[in-house]
């Protein structure tokens, strides 16, 4: 099983930026099963959305609103091999960046696990 905790989530300045966190943990075998990592959000009234994401291999991918602005990258604690902490570093942010964020891990098995969300606020 694995546990993701998103946090770095608040209000921020239209052109700011903001770094979201999100640390997955379980068991080595589950850690090590994960082949991508991604962060994903969901607007009031919305549908949740893909924003980015990273497999494993170093393979990087972004939805087309990004447009150059957010970043993905993904630490492995070297002291500790059951957790990675996956960040989304938010340059430039836009009012329509506002949204709840999660955080998704997606096994060898085609399983998704998710984090419970950290809400991003863009507003002067």
């Known amino acids: 099983q694995i546990q993701l905790v998103e946090s770095g989530g608040g209000l921020v300045q239209p052109g700011g930026s903001q770094r979201l966190s999100c640390v997955a943990s379980?068991?080595?075998?589950?850690?090590?099963?994960?082949?991508?990592v991604g962060w994903y959000r969901q607007g009031s009234g919305k549908e949740r959305e893909w924003v980015a994401s990273r497999a494993t291999s170093g393979s990087i991918k972004y939805a087309d609103f990004v447009q150059g602005r957010f970043t993905i990258s993904r630490d492995r604690n070297f002291r500790d091999s059951t957790k990675i902490t996956i960040y989304l570093q938010m340059n430039t942010v836009k009012p329509e960046d506002t949204a709840v964020y999660y955080c998704n891990a997606r096994t060898v098995y085609e399983t998704d696990h998710w984090g419970q969300g950290t809400q991003v606020t863009v507003a002067s």
């Open positions: 379980g068991d080595i075998r589950s850690i090590n099963a994960i082949k991508s």
